[in-house]
């Protein structure tokens, strides 16, 4: 059963082999200290590995992930980390991924119930509520890809509220946030919203998930 668990510690011997034929000095410098460019607020779906689709390496991005790529206004979890991005590590650009074929976003599209997860995803359910009528015109397969889209929009218009990015933005603090969604099937990269870098900018998205109801 630890043969699977000893493979990954060979592998990680390799790497730190590779890594140093390529730089000796890889392991130093990265000890030093982390300077990352970017927040990534992602699933936590094995098939969505940051660094790995966006060709970045350890110390480029900062990373916090949970089930649906969720920011939840109460989530101390994800208001810490960030905080501590923003305010400590001046991160120029938060990403909120998602991703076609996401397990938490058609949970919530469900009626069943899936136990304590359930309550996470519940802003998930509100969202699928808010955006009824557009989606409701869509077949399964299409309506389940527009929730994951939707659901990243409205997770930067929750990122764009909070009181942290609110007063980076109000000191005049160079941040941009983007929301993209992964396709799975072809393995690119969706922009889904343009750079965010004001409070104006939020409000542009707001007039846009505001005109998707009441059509
Ligand atoms: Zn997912």
């Not at 000796?24 to 590995?49: K, N």
């Not at 890809?145 to 609110?166: P, Y």
Request: hydrophobic share 40%; charged share 15%.
């Amino acid at each position: 059963m630890n043969h699977r668990i000893d493979q990954l510690l060979r592998n990680n011997q390799a790497f730190v082999e590779t890594q140093l034929r390529l730089d000796p000095g890889y392991f130093t410098q990265l000890a030093m200290g982390q300077h990352p460019e970017f927040l990534w607020i992602g699933c936590s779906d094995s098939r969505v590995p940051p660094n790995h689709i966006t060709g970045t390496d350890p110390g480029d991005m900062f990373v916090h992930r949970n089930i649906a790529n969720l920011v939840v206004q109460t989530d101390m979890n994800m208001l810490s980390v960030l905080q501590y991005a923003v305010e400590v590590l001046h991160v120029r650009h938060i990403i909120v991924c998602g991703h076609h074929g996401c397990g938490g976003v058609k949970a919530a599209m469900g009626e069943h119930s899936h136990g304590l997860i359930d309550n996470w995803l519940r802003t998930v359910k509100d969202t699928q509520q808010f955006y009824w009528r557009e989606l409701s015109a869509l077949d399964e397969d299409a309506r389940f890809d527009r929730m994951v889209e939707l659901n990243v929009i409205e997770q930067v218009n929750s990122l764009g509220k909070t009181s942290i990015v609110q007063n980076a933005w109000n000191s005049g603090a160079a941040l941009a946030l983007h929301g993209w969604v992964f396709d799975l099937h072809s393995g690119r990269i969706l922009p889904q919203t343009g750079s965010i870098e004001s409070s104006a900018a939020m409000q542009e998205i707001c007039k846009f998930a505001n005109g998707l109801v009441g059509h």
